[in-house]
């Protein structure tokens, strides 16, 4: 085995924001994008999930099946929509989400994140 292997890349070690995380939230920490693994207090490390299909809080958004979604990370928001200011591309849907679905199931891309700009 390859001496500089240190461990897959569906998951990376980060430290918790303050307020915490909870595990099946998604977060931007950096220019990252992750989905908490557990619940993990404020400076903490934690495991987030950077690849993986998911099924994420969604805005009013009518989605198709295969278009880029866009995580809005402001902490009351925390969903998936279209593109817009100050949102982050974090994968593609793999099914289609009507504008009343809750959710969408989203692929993720697993690249590092910059807000849109408008």
Known sequence: MAQNFRKSGDTITMIAPTGGVVAGVGYVIGDRFVIAAFDTAAGEPFEGHTLGEWDLPKDTSILAAGVKVYWKNASMDKEVGTQ??????????????????????????????TAETA
């Open 84 to 113: 817009g200011n100050g949102r982050y591309l974090i994968g593609t849907t793999t099914a289609a989400a009507a504008s009343g679905d809750a959710t969408a199931r989203v692929r993720l891309d697993g690249i590092a994140v």
